[in-house]
């Protein structure tokens, strides 16, 4: 039973890093153009993107591999759902990290 909550856990990175990225990009942006810090310090924000597309790709498979658990338990209409908010947040991070490693807003 523990491999079913290894999916829940494992999310948790990838949407805690979209929470807090928004705010730490924004803290970085402004502290490069006042030359609080260096501009190279944006490539920390690109480094933290780069963890949170990556986490949810780990934890969108994980939750592929205990679909089979979850299936007999719940409707199959929600789980299609979860999956496709997964697919939609791994999207939409991929697209961010590639604006942010293109130098985008700086």
């Known amino acids: 039973m523990d491999a079913f909550f290894f999916q829940p856990r494992l999310?948790?990175?990838?949407?805690g890093l979209a929470v807090a990225?928004?705010?730490?990009g924004?803290?970085?942006l402004v502290a490069s153009r006042r030359s609080w810090l260096p501009l190279r310090t944006w490539g920390l924000v690109v480094l933290l993107q780069?963890?949170?597309?990556t986490?949810?790709?780990?934890?969108?498979?994980?939750?592929?591999n205990e679909e089979e658990?979850?299936?007999e338990g719940g409707p199959e209409e929600a789980l299609d759902r979860h999956e496709?908010?997964?697919e939609q947040f791994v999207w939409m991070t991929a697209g961010s990290t590639a604006l942010g490693a293109g130098g985008?807003?700086?």
Do not use: C, D, N, Q
């Not at 999310?11 to 949407?15: D, E, K, R, Y």
């Not at 780069?50 to 597309?53: C, D, H, L, N, S």
């Not at 986490?55 to 592929?64: C, D």
């Open 50 to 53: 780069i963890v949170a597309t």
């Open 21 to 24: 990225l928004p705010f730490l």
């Open 69 to 71: 658990l979850v299936e």
């Open 104 to 106: 985008w807003p700086l």
């Open 55 to 64: 986490s949810g790709v780990v934890a969108m498979r994980a939750g592929e």
């Open 11 to 15: 999310v948790h990175v990838p949407l």
């Open 84 to 86: 496709s908010a997964a």
């Open 26 to 28: 924004l803290a970085v």
